[in-house]
């Protein structure tokens, strides 16, 4: 069932006021009688002119407004220089309400313009249904979608002129939660590396729980790829890495391991290279990203290790791929474990608790409960360190300088971190990254 309606009038000559105030009072009126039952919210998108133009055409507007009482509370008008800001002011005003089936009603000819801005804008969280803008006799017109028809394919140079258009309002957003912070381990050495953790500030992820620097975009989720790439870009110009030469693992929760260079398998969640000016990533969100750097061989790794990569071992064939592929020798291999939830706040079912409890009894707490908290991060080490890393070499939360710490747990800093485990299935997400310098 439609939550809300979008009439498209950004693109309308402003010649044809007439005309425009009579499409958009019958579209309303239409609206209005599906309101009543449905209470929709209705949101009219228009260009933000100049001058007497624009006072003219607001003039037109609340016209066109004036009589629709029982909309009055649930009807705003989005005006904006382009289509891509006026139509993410809207997705803003959905995601306030968690609204996700909307009704677009467009000029046919603006159809499938309009369908590219919502693919970029949007992801499959949100349905919806597309009407062409003309005179609606009755109220089934507005609860039915469209017969299905092809859809065209614009040509690339006009799907590129909105790309780039909607890339430059997103960079034209002020960031959110303050400026964008990276912490860095003193154990990797920064003549050599480039490396960090991000926290949650600095970027334009407006979402509560996805604000504001999250580094992932799913079909789950509310924030569209877009946004991420934008947050991305911010924080490679903080940083100093080129965001086109950036690898993110394939998060499996598993143990593969994706050699740089080499096929890459369809998911891994360790990856290493010993090429410069790569920048490899891992993210997380409660689970582990953790950084391995060799000096002397000059080559890095990243891994995402949540409770089920660790039990796998993801982090020691994260080593043994540096040793096999790069000639490292396992006693030069700096490990850093990376903020995530810590045994403070994070319980599984006794029954995965138990594989913990065989790594080592230090490993789970309350054992006996039928939910025991679990430290992945002492797991972490200590298989790190059974197969070869040595033991001053890795920097977790067992740092005797707090001022050096940097594996906070994610679900106690609700300010700093993302955390699925406080926040729920609407999560965002944070990384761990790290390059060779040329």
Request: proline residues 4%; glycine residues 6%; hydrophobic residues 40%.
């Amino acid at each position: 069932m439609v939550e809300a309606v979008l009439i498209d009038l950004f693109s309308l000559p402003a010649n044809l006021q007439n005309n425009i105030q009579g499409l958009l009072h019958n579209t309303l009126e239409a609206i209005e009688k599906c309101s009543a039952i449905h209470a929709l919210c209705v949101y009219v998108m228009c260009c933000q002119r100049q001058g007497s133009e624009r006072k003219g055409e607001q003039e037109f507007l609340l016209a066109a407004l004036r009589g629709f009482q029982s909309l009055r509370r649930r009807l705003e008008v989005v005006c904006a220089q382009t289509t891509a800001a006026a139509l993410y002011t809207i997705k803003q005003r959905l995601d306030e309400k968690d609204l996700s089936i909307i009704k677009v009603i467009v000029p046919t000819l603006r159809k499938d313009l309009m369908k590219v801005y919502i693919d970029h804008l949007f992801t499959a969280v949100y349905q919806f249904e597309f009407e062409d803008l003309q005179v609606i006799s009755d109220i089934e017109g507005l609860q039915i979608s469209e017969q299905q028809h092809e859809r065209k394919i614009l040509p690339s140079q006009d799907v590129a002129v909105i790309q780039s258009e909607i890339q430059m309002y997103l960079e034209s957003l002020p960031s959110l939660k303050g400026e964008l912070t990276i912490l860095r381990s003193s154990l990797i050495p920064d003549d050599i590396f480039l490396h960090g953790f991000t926290t949650r500030a600095g970027g334009i992820s407006y979402i509560p729980t996805l604000s504001s620097c999250n580094l992932f975009s799913s079909s789950k989720r509310r924030d569209p790829q877009v946004v991420v790439k934008e947050n991305l870009r911010r924080l490679a110009n903080a940083a100093g890495f080129n965001p086109e030469a950036f690898h993110r693992v394939k998060v499996d929760h598993a143990n593969a391991v994706c050699i740089m260079g080499k096929t890459e398998p369809d998911n891994y969640d360790g990856i290493v290279t010993d090429q410069k000016s790569v920048t490899l990533a891992a993210p997380g969100a409660d689970c582990i990203p953790v950084l391995f750097a060799d000096p002397v061989r000059r080559a890095c790794g990243a891994a995402h290790s949540g409770w089920k990569g660790t039990l796998l071992g993801v982090s020691m064939a994260t080593v043994n791929a540096m040793v096999s592929e790069y000639g490292c020798n396992v006693k030069d291999i700096l490990v850093v474990l990376g903020p995530s939830v810590g045994p403070c706040c994070y319980k599984l079912p006794h029954e995965s608790a138990k594989e913990f409890h065989r790594i080592d009894p230090k490993c789970v707490r309350l054992f006996d409960c039928a939910s025991p908290y679990i430290d992945i991060r002492r797991a972490t080490r200590i298989l790190l360190e059974r197969g070869g890393i040595l033991p001053e070499n890795i920097q977790d939360d067992s740092i005797t300088d707090q001022n050096q710490n940097i594996t906070f747990c994610t679900a106690c800093h609700p300010d700093k971190f993302y955390s699925h485990f406080r926040d729920g299935s609407n999560f965002g997400t944070q990384i761990g990254f790290i390059s060779i310098k040329d």
